[in-house]
């Protein structure tokens, strides 16, 4: 018996080593490697009507690609609309000016995000600037139950069966 003590002293620490290698991965996965430093950034910023459940660390995708993060959400206090802070990595600064910012879903239950969509302008955005066109977040709780109360999309009233010549129905 005295053999299978270090065998199993070795199997134990080799189990806590991965377990703490795979907490590791899962730490880094989880903050998309940035672990509090900060990368090489510039911020846009995006008023919506209607955020939905964007929160800060959101990405920031251009056709699918993480090309920032939400770094704040605050709420302008006059207009009641939400101003959204992109930090948008440094090695994309020339996003055109006319482009459209989305708050999107991956997904049916999967997290929010802001989509942008590039324009065709020669033109492209300076730190600091404002994204003009934008998309609110559609809130697909609502949308189905107004469809559910609404008498599933059919308000038409049911027709009435074609007369005959002498005006009775069959």
Do not use: C, H, W
Not at 49 to 69: C, E, F, H, S, Y
Not at 122 to 129: Q, S, T, Y
């Amino acid at each position: 018996m005295a053999t299978r003590g270090p065998r199993l002293e070795f199997a134990v620490g080799a189990f806590l080593v991965l377990a703490l290698a795979s907490l590791l991965v899962l730490a880094i996965a989880s903050t998309n490697g940035r672990f509090g430093f900060a990368r090489d950034s510039y911020e846009l910023t995006a008023r919506f009507t209607q955020i939905g459940q964007l929160r800060p660390n959101a990405p920031v995708k251009i056709g699918g690609v993480t090309v920032g993060r939400v770094a704040k959400i605050d709420l302008d206090p006059e207009r009641f609309d939400s101003i959204v802070t992109l930090a948008i990595d440094a090695r994309f600064d020339q996003i055109p000016i006319d482009t459209s910012a989305s708050i999107l879903t991956g997904g049916l239950l999967g997290e929010s995000y802001v989509g942008l969509q590039p324009g065709g302008d020669l033109e492209v955005f300076r730190p600091g600037e404002e994204l003009v066109f934008t998309t609110p977040a559609v809130d697909l709780m609502q949308m189905v139950g107004k469809y559910m109360f609404s008498g599933g999309g059919d308000n038409a009233a049911p027709s009435a069966p074609p007369a005959t010549e002498e005006g009775t129905t069959p």
